[in-house]
């Protein structure tokens, strides 16, 4: 919840007083009034400090939900790749040597310099 406070503490350090003969120590006064700058210095530090820590925040938040858009997109794409692979519960000595032999040629085709993402 936001503070809203009424008096800074500039204007309680600024607030001249009418004197008065039968009225308070104005070094008691001017104590008391110390103290409450204090307190004001405080809470307005705390305050700025939030609103900075919260606009960092929503800052923050904005870039995680645009990157977890952009995950959800890619995993929908990914989803559908995958459902195009045939699902097979037996792994054979054939599947086995024909990822080595496809791992064998991505390898060779990027060590000459092709990205093998964008071959078709």
Known sequence: MPVKLTLSSK???DKQFQGATPGYNPLQVDQYLDKIIRD???IE?????????VN??????????????????ENE????KVMNIK???NVTKDNVDLLRR??????????EGYDINKIK
Request: glycine share 2%; aromatic share 8%; hydrophobic share 40%.
């Open 40 to 42: 004001y210095m405080t």
């Open 87 to 89: 699902s097979s519960d």
């Open 56 to 73: 960092a925040m929503k800052a923050k938040m904005a870039d995680l939900e645009r990157e977890n858009q952009r995950l959800v997109i």
């Open 11 to 13: 204007q309680i350090l």
């Open 77 to 80: 794409k990914m989803k559908s």
């Open 102 to 111: 496809i791992n064998l040629l991505e390898t060779f085709l990027y060590n």
């Open 45 to 53: 530090g705390n305050y700025l400090l939030d609103a900075s820590e």
